[in-house]
């Protein structure tokens, strides 16, 4: 009798798991890189990192000319400097080379915190679209594109995130496949 009772409720266990399975709702997917190139306020930031690029660079170039005169001056005045001074010049240098042999790893680390900083109330905005248009279309998930394999064309939710953003979509020229 307990083989029974224990087979029941197994198989009432196994039934209401099938139901909450059915249950789950709808996955989407969207491809948030490509929705924020086609955002307005994308164009302002790429001109805005160009810009700080441009400046980090100069900096860096600068920095390199003062390391360049600071050199060619010593040559030409070393002849005439105490072995002490001469030391204290050397030392100068190196480190002024150890600080320039960094530089280009510290331009990217900079280009990549302004870029988080000017792209991160961009990526809110979307953000927030997407889990609107999630919640109004009935969406549980929303998944990259790219993390997936296998997309069905009906469950991009990127056409409606543009609408909800006030992007204009425009037509894909229709291609046929050559045999």
């Keep these: 009798m307990k083989k029974f009772i224990t087979l029941g409720l197994i198989a009432m266990g196994i039934l209401?798991?099938?139901d909450t399975t059915n249950a789950q709702g709808k996955i989407g997917y969207i491809s948030a890189d490509e929705i924020i190139v086609l955002m307005p306020e994308a164009a302002k930031v790429d001109t805005?990192?160009?810009?700080?690029?441009?400046a980090l660079y100069q900096a860096a170039q600068d920095k390199q000319t003062a390391f360049n005169d600071a050199v060619a001056k010593f040559y030409k005045d070393s002849l005439t400097m105490s072995p002490s001074l001469k030391e204290v010049t050397r030392t100068n240098l190196q480190?002024?080379?150890?600080?320039l042999s960094g530089a280009?790893?510290?331009v990217q680390q900079q280009?990549?915190?302004k870029q988080q900083e000017?792209?991160?109330p961009i990526q809110k905005k979307l953000f927030t679209a997407i889990q609107d248009v999630a919640k109004e279309n009935g969406y549980t998930y929303v998944f990259t594109r790219e993390a997936l394999l296998v997309v069905p064309a009906g469950d991009d939710l990127a056409p409606l995130v543009k609408k909800k953003l006030g992007i204009k979509v425009t037509a894909a020229p229709k291609t046929t496949p050559t045999k």
């Design 118 to 120: 000017y792209l991160a």
């Design 95 to 99: 480190k002024q080379v150890q600080e």
């Design 48 to 54: 805005q990192l160009n810009q700080y690029q441009q």
């Design 16 to 18: 209401g798991l099938s």
């Design 104 to 106: 280009e790893q510290q």
């Design 111 to 113: 280009m990549q915190q």
